[in-house]
């Protein structure tokens, strides 16, 4: 026992000494031969005494197991984190973005918020940098496709009852090509998980990102009349898809959005989209509903239903034109309209669009 313990004292006193001498041999090594070739069979002797110090050390002391080992996994997340960020760039690049990605799909990236622009009297459009590295970056984001958002870990970080982090998806409404930094319109909802936290940041702030998700690969003139049906917040995508359609100019698709409402104060993006149809008066109408009208109201009122759909967008069942419909927003309107999602799948097509004879092929649930 008394025999041991020397022992082991030796091995940890031998260890730094040696240690040192075995880097000393393959830094050598590895920026050039020495004179004379490697000494192997003093790297040999000296690792497995090293390896046993070492062996012993660790086997006695697990507080210094454990620090290692936690070291180690530090060490190989960052490395992985590393990888995938090129990779991603490479991505984008082979995508023709003509810059690198700023997102990783498969890790978190933080963001920091420069402007609070407010939209109307619950919603604001909030600009993320990519950073002083990312200004001639772009997101990565295909369209259609959402970004993952949650707080920073640590101290202050948002979780749900279950103590776990809240995630959300958001979809920009900058432009895809847009360097250095991404803008999302947000709707603050006063019960809601993430968004009151949002709501509360200040410039030099930040978020994690992690995506892009790609929700609906968008290809011009695949179908010859599209309709987009939104409601609220649900209307970002409708706005990332349309404005990438109509900036193609080789796409001739037409396009119908119905956006409904509770009052004419929550429609968002308003000014946005009358200028669009303004602009584009040939492939774009846009049709506002409201729950609650206000005295001289011209547009739809009540909720969005099969016959409003019928009389907004007429289809002849003859026709053989290729149609393609689009819904967005909050669950009990998406299930009235086309049935509830199945978790990341479509789910069966039912509701007022099955009942109009559309088919599950065209009709896609953001």
């Not at 020495?34 to 012993?56: Q, R």
């Not at 369209?143 to 959300?168: C, F, N, Y």
């Not at 409003?308 to 998406?334: H, N, Y």
Request: glycine fraction near 10%; aromatic fraction near 10%; charged fraction near 25%.
């Amino acid at each position: 026992m008394a025999t041991a313990a020397r022992f082991l004292s030796s091995a940890r006193l031998a260890r730094p000494t040696l240690s040192a001498n075995v880097a000393r041999q393959s830094r050598t090594y590895a920026t050039g031969p020495a004179a004379g070739g490697p000494n192997y069979g003093l790297i040999l002797s000296l690792a497995g005494v090293t390896g046993i110090g070492a062996y012993a050390y660790l086997q006695y002391n697990p507080a210094a197991k454990a620090e290692i080992s936690a070291k180690a996994h530090e060490l190989e997340a960052k490395a992985e984190r590393k990888v995938k960020g090129v990779q991603s760039e490479v991505d984008a690049a082979d995508q023709g973005t003509g810059s690198y990605a700023a997102l990783i799909k498969d890790s978190w990236t933080p963001f920091t918020l420069t402007k609070v622009a407010p939209y109307n009297h619950n919603s604001s459009i909030y600009t993320f940098s990519f950073g002083e590295d990312g200004q001639d970056k772009v997101s990565g984001a295909e369209v259609a496709s959402a970004l993952l958002v949650r707080s920073l870990q640590g101290e202050g970080e948002v979780k749900d009852d279950k103590g776990k982090p809240v995630i959300r998806p958001y979809t920009p409404v900058s432009s895809n090509e847009q360097k250095g930094s991404i803008d999302l319109l947000i709707k603050e909802y006063k019960d809601g998980k993430l968004t009151p936290f949002i709501s509360s940041l200040q410039p030099g702030q930040q978020l994690l990102f992690k995506g892009p998700i790609l929700k609906f690969k968008y290809e011009p003139n695949q179908f010859d009349r599209g309709l987009a049906v939104a409601g609220g917040s649900g209307i970002t995508p409708m706005y990332q898809l349309i404005t990438h359609s109509l900036n193609i100019p080789d796409d001739k698709t037409k396009w119908t959005l119905v956006f409904s409402n509770v009052t004419e104060k929550d429609i968002l993006l308003r000014k946005e989209w009358d200028n669009l149809a303004k602009q584009h008066p040939d492939r774009l109408e846009v049709k506002y509903v409201l729950d609650k009208a206000p005295w001289g109201w011209k547009g739809e009122t009540g909720f969005v239903t099969a016959a409003t759909i019928s009389k907004l967008f007429p289809r002849s069942a003859d026709s053989s034109e290729k149609v393609r419909a689009f819904v967005c927003g909050p669950p009990p309107q998406v299930k009235s309209l086309a049935g509830p999602k199945d978790g990341p799948r479509q789910g069966e097509l039912q509701g007022a669009f099955k009942e109009l004879g559309y088919t599950a092929e065209e009709v896609f649930k953001f």
